[in-house]
């Protein structure tokens, strides 16, 4: 099966889709692993993204669905795939149905308070990368690093401000996916507010009742 997944930052879908992925045997792309491999590569297309993003742009649509179509056209593909990031857009989501439409859409569900909580909770390791959250994953010492003592950060994208315009720009441009995938019966919603173990036991419990259809 092709898997979309849709939601707002914060939902989960990053971690929720590599869990599925190992569940079903099928490949997780996600579009910013995509960028940050071609670019490690040095292909064209990766050189391409690195000069864009430098500048501080957004990616183009033709550019990201010709790396996302290149992914998909791999051997591992072949039995499905579960898309986290991609489409994004309405001309996205129109390109996929012309090379690997998907069968089912999923639409993880976060209030705007709850979005906020988690995020601006997050704090980050500047030397070795650990993530922490105030609330669900504290450090042993308050602010410090388990790892390597650093004191630890908020991220530029963590904060408050950050987040309603990350938001912003999700409602805006993403949300409008929600009624594309409606309009064609392949969308289902799920609560993402649960803890991570919950919501992966509803996606499996919807793929049952799907295949089962």
């Known amino acids: 099966m092709n898997f979309v997944f849709l939601g707002p930052p914060g939902a989960g879908k990053g971690t929720l889709a590599k869990q599925a992925s190992e569940k079903l045997k099928v490949p997780h792309i996600s579009t910013g692993d995509l ?38 056209d791999q051997e591992d593909c072949r039995n499905g ?33 709850e979005i906020i909580k988690r995020l601006s909770g997050r704090r980050s390791c500047p030397q070795c990368g650990a993530i922490y959250h105030i609330a669900f994953n504290p450090p042993r010492i308050d602010e410090l690093c388990d790892s390597c003592s650093a004191r630890l950060i908020t991220r530029k994208d963590d904060t408050i401000e950050a987040i309603k315009n990350r938001l912003g720009v999700y409602n805006s441009q993403t949300v ?38």
């Open 35 to 72: 960028f940050r491999e071609a670019i490690q590569k040095g292909t064209p297309l990766g050189k391409e993204v690195q000069s864009i993003l430098s500048r501080g742009d957004l990616v183009p649509d033709g550019l990201t669905i010709q790396l996302v179509r290149e992914r998909i």
């Open 176 to 213: 409008p996916l929600i009624a594309f995938y409606e309009k064609r019966g392949i969308l289902s919603n799920i609560d993402a507010s649960p803890s991570a173990v919950e919501v992966l036991e509803s996606f499996l419990s919807l793929i049952q009742k799907l295949k089962k259809r």
């Open 81 to 113: 795939f579960i898309l986290d990031g991609f489409p994004r857009t309405i001309p996205q989501a129109e390109a996929l149905q012309t090379f690997a439409p998907p069968t089912q859409v999923i639409n993880f569900l976060l209030s705007e308070e």
